[in-house]
């Protein structure tokens, strides 16, 4: 099957091949996708590399790359807000968390021959195993802030839980799976609220026992998740408290360390 780097700042990934429907996750710029079926009206339907999530996007927010760039290791990532790149001498934008192969200065020839130049701010992602620094974990936590809650997103520009906290993880070097009951399978079992450590992920059921949320825990009282927006709430051991309204929110199901 061909391989294919995402050109455009953010790819809907979507559940059938038509804009009207379900948006269930994002590709973003640079990351590398597999294409396992070709549709329709210029639908394909791929399998992201990062995380093996599969959906349908459109090719022309896709290039072709060749095999040696598929299976190349992502090397550095968008540390920014919002970062300027520049492809065929035309300047985009792109959020934080971008993953990206083989950056070479000035210039970076991706497919096809595309030039594209980094003129923002790019990081090296950290090797897995690496040694994670919680100051840096709260920093890129906290640049979500206020973000939208937006179903399937995984950005700055709007992001839902799961892809809040896997974003976040991306970056400093733990890959996660998109979705809450799936990076629920991941990590080490914490047993008490109060032996949590900045950067454990809680994790939420709903009536029927099925986990549907996730949030980082800043420490045995606060959490930062994606629930509206990007909000810090109170944590209890029986699960999230509204800021704003003192409601109670999430039920509390199990917390998992990575680190």
């Known amino acids: 099957m061909p391989y294919a780097i995402t050109v455009v700042p953010i790819m809907p990934l979507r559940a059938e091949p038509a804009h009207r429907s379900e948006m269930i996750s994002q590709v973003l710029w640079g990351e590398n996708v597999e294409i396992i079926v070709t549709g ?6 791929v399998k992201c590399q990062f995380d093996g999530y599969e959906g349908w996007g459109t090719f022309n927010h896709l290039e072709i790359i060749d095999e040696k760039l598929f299976l190349a290791p992502y090397t550095h990532y968008t540390a920014s807000w919002v970062n300027t790149v520049k492809i065929n001498e035309k300047t985009m934008h792109v959020p934080f968390g971008c ?4 950056v070479v200065e000035p210039v970076t020839i991706w497919g096809n021959n595309i030039p594209v130049k980094f003129e923002g ?3 090296e992602c950290p090797g897995n195993g690496s040694k994670v620094d919680k100051k840096d974990l709260l920093e890129k936590a906290f640049l979500f802030l206020n973000t939208p809650y ?56 709903n009536a029927e026992g099925r986990i549907t949320h996730v949030g980082i825990l800043l420490n045995d009282h606060e959490i930062i998740h994606a629930s509206g927006k990007v909000r810090v709430d109170p944590i209890d051991n029986q699960g999230i408290i509204n800021a704003d309204t003192g409601l109670r929110t999430h039920q509390l199901r199990i917390i998992k360390r990575y680190f």
Not at 40 to 45: I, L
């Open 150 to 205: 937006l179903w399937g997103g995984k950005s700055v520009f709007g992001a839902d839980c799961s892809g809040f906290t896997q974003t976040v993880f991306k970056t400093l070097g733990i890959p996660l799976l998109r979705d809450a009951y799936q990076q629920a399978t991941q990590g080490e079992t914490v047993d008490f609220l109060q032996e949590v450590q900045t950067g454990d992920l809680a994790f939420f059921d």
């Open 121 to 123: 701010t790019l990081k």
């Open 40 to 45: 329709s009206d210029g639908w394909v339907k």
């Open 99 to 102: 993953i990206v192969k083989q």
